[in-house]
T-cell receptor, first 111, second 107 residues
């Protein structure tokens, strides 16, 4: 079992470019979450999903879109990347929101 | 709104005991969780308190007081490998994390 995987691990974008981050899980969890982590800011929730076909906004949703077409996948999209979106992005999954399992992270740099 | 407060840094000696406090303000509340994160790594789950009281898992214990909107993580018999950042988290389906406490351990 792979657990929670994130693709890609690293990415460099130019301002205005778009990209999609993929989170995949093989634990059959209902809940999936996308966070960003910046130095000194802890983890901030971007969007989350409580089940296949559902999405909801977190603390910092602006500039991001998400989709959960399949239970095992949660996609995070940046339509027009900005330098302020330079961050480490973590995906997490769970069947109990207070006990989350995190993926290894994606390091994104926007120039 | 939702907010969490925890100290930004704590320093302790190897073999000692350290307590990391967390106070919170939130609307939805299932309980209080704690996560550990080593430099360059992903957060990993440590402990969860859904009810008031103490939960113990090996060298780690966590406490919750709902009436005081307060909890803490207690680490005993500190080891160098415990040097990491520790985050408290609260919420319901929507989870909010604190900014983290960096634990420094001196030999």
């Amino acid at each position: 079992n792979a657990g929670v995987t994130q693709t890609p691990k690293f990415r460099v974008l130019k301002t205005g470019q778009s990209m999609t981050l993929l989170c995949a899980q093989d634990m059959n969890h209902e809940y999936m979450y996308w966070y960003r982590q910046d130095p000194g800011m802890g983890l901030r929730l971007i969007h989350y999903s409580v089940g296949e076909g559902t999405t909801a906004k977190g603390e910092v949703p602006d500039g991001y879109n998400v989709s959960r077409l399949k239970k095992q996948n949660f996609l995070l999209g940046l339509e027009s990347a900005a330098p302020s979106q330079t961050s480490v992005y973590f995906c997490a999954t769970t069947d109990r929101p207070m006990v989350q399992f995190f993926g290894p992270g994606t390091r994104l740099t926007v120039l | 709104g939702q907010s969490l407060e925890q100290p930004s840094e704590v320093t302790a000696v190897e073999g000692a005991i350290v307590q990391i406090n967390c106070t919170y303000q939130t609307s939805g509340f299932y309980g209080l969780s704690w996560y550990q994160q080593h430099d360059g790594g992903a957060p990993t789950f440590l402990s969860y308190n859904g009810l008031d009281g103490l939960e113990e898992t090996g060298r780690f214990s966590s406490f919750l007081s709902r009436s005081d909107s307060y909890g803490y993580l207690l680490l005993q018999e500190l080891q160098m490998k415990d040097s990491a950042s520790y985050f408290c988290a609260v919420g319901d389906d929507k989870i909010i994390f604190g900014k983290g406490t960096r634990l420094h351990i001196l030999p």
